[in-house]
């Protein structure tokens, strides 16, 4: 009785109001929320985590194994999905089901930022919110490109992904983490090759990193700083050596969302304390 | 779990060791089983589509739902039928294997056929694309599960060749050739995911987590004929089997062409292994425990045991999948966590039981 | 009729068998006789098809390299000396691997295997897990099972093989005797049988022809009295040995004779 009610409910609503909206990617869960759409969420990934308050939505697993039927069972009317999102047979079974599943650009960017908030705010039909919120990002990017601007030396950051077993996985070329290195007015002391990578006690050392950042993180891909110090090639580094060493919340480093301005600054203040000082 | 109940028994005396009249009951106890658990599987699922609707809707000429036709037709009925014949292939496999290297312990899984299809899948996936693009338009979708099963035949034959000499195969050479061989698949593969760009990461990220959510008809497609001819072929390598188990010599006595049912059973397994492989990733104590539970149960007649194992292995793997799907739902489990969950403790409870029986 | 002829065989590189050659009739129990490491078994061996070797061997008139394994295991049926395998069989369900071809198609098959155990004395014993018998059990079950093979010893005019490597090794003298009596009569069904023997004396009272043989050749082939006298065996086996005449039958019996008495 209720379902059939629900999808007379659901004929007659125009297409315009989409209130059953699945969420995949924690990026875009947190532009949802930030154009203040949150109430029409059903559903988000495994990657969703911010805000808190996404974790009380039913979780369909991560982004690149979803369940065609776990995704049909919220009833959705609209997924908005970041590029990586799938499998394609589970995206097929969406069209065929008449599910829009949009996918939309995971490029790490702060353009790519621009266009992420336009397209979610157009897609849930928020183009005002969407152009405030752009409007208060770009305000807040440039703020930052006039703190960055005021560094003469660029500092060489290395941005370590994982740790596990001793064995460094570091970012090198276009990456997320390397956007945000830039971003924060450093360079990546890694730009020889693109992707993440395990990497070579010789190459750490040559590299010689002015700072690291890492991801605060638990388990055996962690680094504390003590074992920072005792690993044969970090230890060597000038970041180590100054205990130059940043840990950040990892979606909030590489989110590439809503609070990306901030989380540059942030990184900027950590790499460039004195300057952060005399900037405000 | 029909199979257990027999479990204590040993053979029946009245029938003075004829155990094929219990051997056939079993079978027809087995088809009724996966019979219930395929309705069970069509009619159970996250969206809450209930088959007996669907089912009065068509017999009724009422029309259905676009939801209901989706959920049937295009997620439970393709994953059903893929639950089956990956089932039947693993179970299958294991139970020619175990023949053929005379051992209750060689299981494509164990003994790195599976880590070889894997190869062969991640290669199709990671360097598929260089191939020339007339043979690539020729291969397509059959592409990934062809090359699964050329690396599990490989694999197959490699490890046939090591541990068999003069008839009769080493068990411990052949462990140790398994380990061996898996491990060299293993890093083979390490090194195609370390030059693999970030399409094809996303590629072998869904086929590696050994699941049936990404079932398809046209994946089905692409490996069913594999799967399929490899569980029709098994039943003619019944006889052979069954002599091998006396050694290759009694076996060509009884009038087995040892060579050539040697060379299809090798076949067969690499076929099923591979295609299943490719299909859903890493499943695994599927091929190991199935078979044994059928040994105990009906005895070691391949004759019984290669069409039991087709039909408790689909039963057993469309049941895992239900659990797999149902309880984190709306996410899944993947497919081989549930597998091991339950088959690593069976086994071990076997072996246990059964050390007599078990020996090496 | 059995003939294997001209027989070179290696093992390892070593000529084992030089230019050895038997011949065997329907009807009649051949025996291969000969110290350890003659060539005895080899020479079954190569005749069953089991070692590499040059020369020809020709079962009823027909090249057995011609012939395809259904077709061979329809003629003959060989028992291997040791028996294995691999998984808990029951004695019955090993038995029943002999049924083949067209004995598998008889209205009475299903009784077969119960009655080739009765004639081997293993009547209740189909039951049992094969694993679990003891030695001389297994081997009888073994029997059992490739009797059942060649279970008529004459099909439309054609005789059977039955080829045994030692069938008495592992018995006592009661199953020793049961086992010789029941090749002898398949052979005197029209069947015939080969079989490598240990025991002189059980060959004596059992053999209508005996294939003796030494260092890879046949020393002398024919009837018991022609083969088994003093001077062959004494040469044969290295020791003195002596051949003496049963009162009653007209058959011998071999006894060692002691150096010093000797």
């Known amino acids: 009785m209720i379902r059939a009610a629900l999808a007379t409910l659901m004929l007659i609503t125009p297409a315009a109001a989409q209130d059953r909206v699945v969420v995949i990617g924690g990026g875009l869960a947190e532009i949802v929320y930030a154009l203040g759409q949150d109430h029409r969420l059903v559903g988000r990934?495994?990657?969703?985590?911010?805000?808190?308050?996404?974790?009380?939505?039913?979780?369909?697993?991560?982004?690149?194994?979803?369940?065609?039927?776990?995704?049909?069972?919220?009833?959705?009317?609209?997924?908005?999905?970041?590029?990586?999102?799938?499998?394609?047979?589970?995206?097929?079974?969406?069209?065929?089901?008449?599910?829009?599943?949009?996918?939309?650009?995971?490029?790490?960017?702060?353009?790519?930022?621009?266009?992420?908030?336009?397209?979610?705010?157009?897609?849930?039909?928020?183009?005002?919110?969407?152009?405030?919120?752009?409007?208060?990002?770009?305000?807040?990017?440039?703020?930052?490109?006039?703190?960055?601007?005021?560094?003469?030396?660029?500092?060489?950051?290395?941005?370590?992904?994982?740790?596990?077993?001793?064995?460094?996985?570091?970012?090198?070329?276009?990456?997320?983490?390397?956007?945000?290195?830039?971003?924060?007015?450093?360079?990546?002391?890694?730009?020889?090759?693109?992707?993440?990578?395990?990497?070579?006690?010789?190459?750490?050392?040559a590299a010689a990193p002015d700072v690291i950042v890492m991801m605060d993180r638990d388990g055996d891909h962690a680094l504390s700083d003590a074992e920072i110090a005792s690993h044969p090639a970090l230890g060597l580094t000038p970041a180590a050596q100054n205990g130059q060493i940043i840990r950040m919340n990892g979606i909030y480093l590489l989110g590439f969302g809503p609070r990306t301005a901030q989380a540059a600054h942030d990184l900027h203040k950590a790499i460039y304390p004195s300057l952060a000082h005399q900037g405000g | 779990m029909v199979a257990l109940s027999f479990l204590s028994r040993g053979p029946d005396a009245a029938v003075a060791g004829d155990r094929a009249p219990r051997a056939r009951a079993t079978l027809a106890a087995l088809s009724v089983f996966v019979a219930g658990v395929s309705l069970l599987s069509l009619g159970v699922g996250a969206a809450g589509v209930s088959l007996s609707d669907v089912a009065w809707k068509l017999a009724s000429g009422e029309a259905l739902s676009l939801r209901e036709r989706v959920v049937i037709f295009d997620i439970r009925l393709p994953r059903l039928l893929t639950g089956l014949l990956v089932g039947a292939s693993l179970a299958v496999s294991g139970a020619v294997m175990q023949g053929l290297f005379r051992n209750p312990l060689a299981d494509p899984g164990i003994v790195g056929v599976g880590a070889g299809a894997g190869l062969g899948a991640v290669l199709a996936i990671v360097l598929g694309g260089m191939l020339p693009a007339a043979l690539l338009g020729v291969a397509g979708m059959h592409l990934v599960p062809l090359a699964a099963f050329l690396g599990g035949w490989v694999t197959t034959l490699v490890l046939y060749r090591v541990s068999t000499r003069r008839g009769r195969t080493s068990v411990a050479t052949m462990l140790l050739a398994g380990i061996a061989l898996g491990a060299l698949a293993?890093?083979?593969?390490?090194?195609?995911?370390?030059?693999?760009?970030?399409?094809?990461?996303?590629?072998?990220?869904?086929?590696?987590?050994?699941?049936?959510?990404?079932?398809?008809?046209?994946?089905?497609?692409?490996?069913?004929?594999?799967?399929?001819?490899?569980?029709?072929?098994?039943?003619?390598?019944?006889?052979?089997?069954?002599?091998?188990?006396?050694?290759?010599?009694?076996?060509?006595?009884?009038?087995?062409?040892?060579?050539?049912?040697?060379?299809?059973?090798i076949l067969t397994v690499a076929a099923a292994t591979g295609a299943a492989v490719a299909v859903s990733g890493g499943i695994g104590f599927i091929g190991i425990v199935v078979p044994h539970l059928l040994r105990l149960a009906i005895g070691p007649d391949h004759r019984f045991v290669l069409p039991a194992a087709a039909l408790l292995g689909a039963g057993l793997l469309l049941l895992a999948d239900m659990i797999a799907r149902l309880v984190i739902a709306p996410a899944e489990l993947p497919i081989g966590i549930v597998t091991a969950v339950l088959g690593g403790p069976v086994f071990l409870w076997i072996l246990l039981r059964r050390r007599g029986i078990v020996d090496m | 009729m059995l003939e294997a002829l001209n027989i070179d065989a290696a093992l390892g590189g070593k000529p084992v068998l030089q230019n050895a050659s038997l011949r065997a009739q329907a009807g009649q129990l051949t025996v291969i006789v000969g110290p350890n490491g003659s060539g005895k078994t080899t020479l079954l061996r190569a005749i069953t098809g089991d070692l590499a070797h040059s020369g020809t061997v020709r079962l009823n008139a027909q090249d057995t390299r011609k012939l395809p394994a259904w077709a061979l295991a329809e003629l003959r049926a060989v028992l291997p000396q040791a028996s294995q395998l691999a998984f808990p069989f029951t004695v019955h369900e090993v038995v029943r691997f002999g049924l083949v071809g067209a004995t598998a198609l008889r209205a009475d098959a299903a009784q077969l295997p119960g009655r080739a155990l009765e004639r081997v004395g293993l009547a209740g014993y189909g039951g049992r897990y094969f694993q679990e018998l003891s030695g001389g059990e297994q081997a009888r079950a073994q029997l059992a099972r490739v009797l059942l093979q060649v279970w008529q010893p004459v099909v439309d005019g054609v005789p059977r093989w039955l080829f045994l490597d030692e069938p008495v090794a592992a018995l006592d003298i009661g199953h020793q005797l049961q086992v010789m009596a029941l090749a002898r009569e398949f052979a005197r069904a029209g069947g015939g049988v080969?079989?490598?023997?240990?025991?002189?004396?059980?060959?004596?009272?059992?053999?209508?022809?005996?294939?003796?043989?030494?260092?890879?050749?046949?020393?002398?082939?024919?009837?018991?009295?022609?083969?088994?006298?003093?001077?062959?065996?004494?040469r044969a086996y290295g020791c003195a040995l002596r051949v003496s005449a049963l009162p009653r039958a007209q058959q011998v019996f071999i006894l060692p004779q002691a150096t010093e008495i000797a």
């Open chain 3, 194 to 234: 080969v079989a490598v023997m240990h025991d002189l004396n059980l060959t004596a009272m059992f053999a209508d022809q005996i294939t003796l043989m030494l260092d890879g050749q046949v020393l002398a082939q024919g009837s018991v009295h022609d083969v088994l006298t003093d001077a062959h065996l004494s």
């Open chain 1, 45 to 205: 990934d495994t990657t969703a985590s911010f805000p808190p308050a996404v974790n009380d939505l039913p979780d369909v697993g991560y982004m690149r194994a979803l369940s065609p039927e776990g995704l049909l069972q919220l009833d959705p009317d609209l997924i908005l999905a970041s590029e990586g999102a799938g499998p394609l047979e589970t995206i097929q079974i969406m069209q065929a089901a008449d599910v829009p599943f949009v996918q939309i650009t995971e490029a790490p960017s702060v353009d790519a930022v621009m266009e992420r908030v336009e397209m979610v705010a157009q897609h849930l039909h928020a183009q005002d919110a969407g152009a405030a919120l752009v409007a208060d990002l770009r305000a807040a990017f440039a703020t930052l490109a006039h703190q960055t601007a005021q560094v003469t030396v660029p500092q060489r950051a290395m941005f370590v992904l994982s740790a596990q077993g001793g064995r460094i996985n570091a970012a090198g070329r276009d990456t997320g983490a390397s956007a945000m290195i830039e971003l924060a007015g450093a360079v990546n002391a890694f730009d020889d090759f693109a992707g993440y990578r395990l990497l070579t006690d010789e190459s750490i050392a």
């Open chain 2, 186 to 265: 293993g890093a083979l593969t390490g090194i195609l995911v370390y030059i693999a760009d970030d399409q094809q990461l996303r590629d072998l990220t869904f086929w590696g987590l050994g699941s049936l959510a990404g079932a398809s008809w046209a994946k089905l497609a692409a490996a069913a004929p594999i799967m399929g001819l490899a569980l029709v072929g098994a039943p003619v390598l019944a006889r052979a089997l069954n002599g091998l188990a006396l050694g290759e010599g009694a076996a060509a006595h009884m009038g087995i062409p040892v060579q050539r049912m040697k060379n299809m059973a």
